[in-house]
């Protein structure tokens, strides 16, 4: 096995979900903090049980996908009855927000996929990434699959984080149709999270595929961003999108549409 050192200010990124980030503001992100598991297919789950942080570039986004479809899943087996009654209140009243108080307690679990930017702030070891490497290689690892594990005796603190990346959010008039502007932005923020599933299940490249993304969409990112502290953290959970706890369920319902159908056109089957 081959370390390789990322000088301090690069920048890397972490995937994650929104129920995540105030644990994380407040205590960073710790050194064995544990790899997501997402089953692709007949793959089996891509987990590790060694010590490491996870980053990467487009597999950012992969982790964030792997813990939202967790998280989704976790959350609706958890809650059958009401949420197939939300499912049910939004295909007779398109449009309308269901009058449900029992949301509430639901929605407060339902975390939406967000990718965190980490400016190293010191020199930092990393490992190779074997899902792509099998011989060890941490520098081929970082620079052609822009994938790493990351050791750092005492984690990542909170102020090397700058900033996070989150989808478009949308209300209920925005769901009304799949033509409205911000519906597709966000299923075109979707299609990042199905770019990090390319690269983990067909082995694409991830320079390919971002360069594909930026020529149509001009960005390699989230469409939306905020500052990483405690008042950016505030005005990202006062959005409507993520107070509300209908709305924030239709946002968790619409992404998950998006990520499920734009995986099947890819045939990646989601397990």
Same mark, same amino acid.
């Given at each position: 096995?081959?370390?390789?050192?990322? *000088?301090?200010?690069?920048?890397?990124?972490?995937?994650?979900?929104?129920?995540?980030?105030? *644990?994380?503001?407040?205590?960073?992100?710790?050194?064995?903090?544990?790899?997501?598991?997402?089953?692709?297919?007949?793959?089996?789950?891509?987990?590790?049980?060694?010590?490491?942080?996870?980053?990467? +570039?487009?597999?950012?986004?992969?982790?964030?996908?792997?813990? /939202?479809?967790?998280?989704?899943? %976790?959350? =609706?087996? %958890?809650?059958? &009855?009401?949420?197939? !009654? /939300?499912?049910?209140?939004?295909?007779?009243?398109?449009?309308? @927000?269901?009058?449900?108080? &029992?949301? &509430?307690?639901?929605?407060?679990?339902?975390?939406?996929?967000?990718?965190?930017?980490?400016? #190293?702030?010191?020199?930092?070891?990393? &490992?190779?990434?074997?899902? /792509?490497?099998?011989?060890?290689?941490?520098?081929?690892?970082?620079?052609?699959?822009? %994938?790493?594990?990351?050791?750092?005796?005492?984690?990542?603190?909170? =102020?090397?984080?700058?900033?996070?990346? /989150?989808? !478009?959010? #949308?209300?209920?008039?925005?769901?009304?149709?799949?033509?409205?502007?911000?519906?597709? +932005?966000?299923?075109?923020?979707?299609?990042? #999270?199905?770019?990090?599933?390319?690269?983990?299940?067909?082995?694409?490249?991830?320079?390919?595929?971002? #360069?594909?993304?930026?020529?149509?969409? @001009?960005?390699?990112?989230? %469409?939306?961003?905020?500052?990483?502290?405690?008042?950016?953290? +505030?005005?990202?959970?006062?959005?409507?999108?993520?107070?509300?706890?209908?709305?924030?369920?239709?946002?968790?319902?619409?992404?998950?549409?998006?990520?499920?159908?734009?995986?099947? @056109?890819? +045939?990646? *089957?989601?397990?």
């Amino acid at each position: 096995m081959t370390s390789f050192i990322l *000088p301090a200010g690069s920048v890397v990124k972490f995937g994650t979900v929104t129920t995540e980030l105030y *644990p994380i503001l407040r205590n960073g992100l710790a050194p064995n903090t544990p790899r997501v598991a997402l089953a692709l297919g007949e793959h089996p789950p891509f987990a590790r049980s060694d010590e490491g942080i996870d980053i990467g +570039e487009l597999m950012a986004y992969f982790s964030a996908c792997a813990a /939202f479809c967790e998280a989704t899943s %976790s959350l =609706h087996q %958890s809650h059958q &009855e009401v949420m197939a !009654r /939300f499912v049910e209140a939004l295909q007779n009243a398109h449009g309308e @927000k269901p009058a449900m108080p &029992e949301l &509430e307690g639901i929605a407060q679990h339902a975390g939406l996929p967000v990718v965190l930017e980490i400016h #190293l702030a010191q020199d930092c070891l990393m &490992e190779a990434d074997a899902r /792509f490497i099998d011989n060890g290689n941490a520098e081929k690892s970082w620079k052609l699959w822009r %994938s790493a594990v990351l050791q750092v005796a005492n984690g990542i603190p909170a =102020h090397w984080i700058k900033q996070f990346y /989150f989808p !478009r959010l #949308l209300d209920f008039r925005d769901a009304m149709s799949s033509k409205n502007p911000r519906t597709q +932005e966000q299923t075109t923020d979707a299609a990042l #999270l199905v770019g990090g599933l390319m690269q983990a299940w067909h082995k694409d490249t991830p320079g390919d595929l971002l #360069l594909a993304y930026q020529k149509q969409y @001009k960005r390699i990112n989230f %469409s939306q961003s905020s500052q990483f502290d405690e008042t950016g953290l +505030e005005r990202f959970f006062n959005l409507n999108a993520m107070l509300d706890p209908a709305t924030r369920l239709l946002n968790q319902m619409t992404l998950w549409q998006d990520i499920t159908a734009l995986a099947r @056109k890819q +045939e990646i *089957p989601l397990a």
